[in-house]
């Protein structure tokens, strides 16, 4: 009698796994696919994310956390529900990036990697979010903010802690 292999993910998310897999010429191809959707649905990359994954593709669990370590857009902690990806890089630094990074770290208390003691807000100092021409800009999860002051970052983040999500400022 074949027993049926549980997974940690979600039936919908371990059924495009399987798919992915047959979609690239080399398996391991689907490696970093695979890591972004597990962090979107389990928050972070966890130590049994790592293992269900390089089981999925058939490498050994060092191989996919070698990977894990070169890209800063995985986390191996979790994050807060909205995580808020402030750009520093010479176009927003320019036009005062660094300064919206400190008052997101004022007003949210926390610095780089952090993440609120509620768990509403994470804060990390990304490279590049390809807004060079809207500098300075900010990521909240997967929504953009560009043309900012310290006036427009504080209406987005209060209407993120009220709950009203993607808002246009």
Not at 15 to 21: H, K, M, P
Not at 151 to 162: G, N, S
Request: net charge negative; hydrophobic share 35%; charged share 25%.
């Amino acid at each position: 009698m074949a027993t049926e292999k549980t997974s940690i993910f979600s039936p919908e998310l371990a059924a495009r796994f399987d798919r992915l897999v047959t979609i690239y010429p080399v398996r391991r191809s689907a490696l970093i696919p695979m890591l972004l959707y597990a962090q979107d649905e389990v928050g972070y990359i966890s130590d049994a994310v790592v293992s269900e994954i390089a089981e999925r593709i058939g490498i050994k669990d060092h191989d996919v956390r070698s990977v894990l370590s070169y890209y800063s857009m995985l986390r191996t902690k979790p994050a807060g529900k909205y995580n808020v990806q402030v750009c520093t890089n010479i176009s927003c630094m320019l036009r005062d990036g660094y300064g919206i990074m400190e008052h997101c770290k004022k007003r949210l208390g926390i610095g780089h990697k952090g993440v609120t003691p509620d768990g509403l807000f994470s804060l990390e100092e990304v490279e590049c979010i390809g807004a060079c021409c809207w500098a300075p800009a900010i990521q909240v999860n997967y929504d953009f903010y560009d043309n900012l002051t310290t006036e427009k970052l504080d209406q987005v983040l209060d209407d993120y802690q009220a709950g009203r999500g993607k808002v246009t400022v």
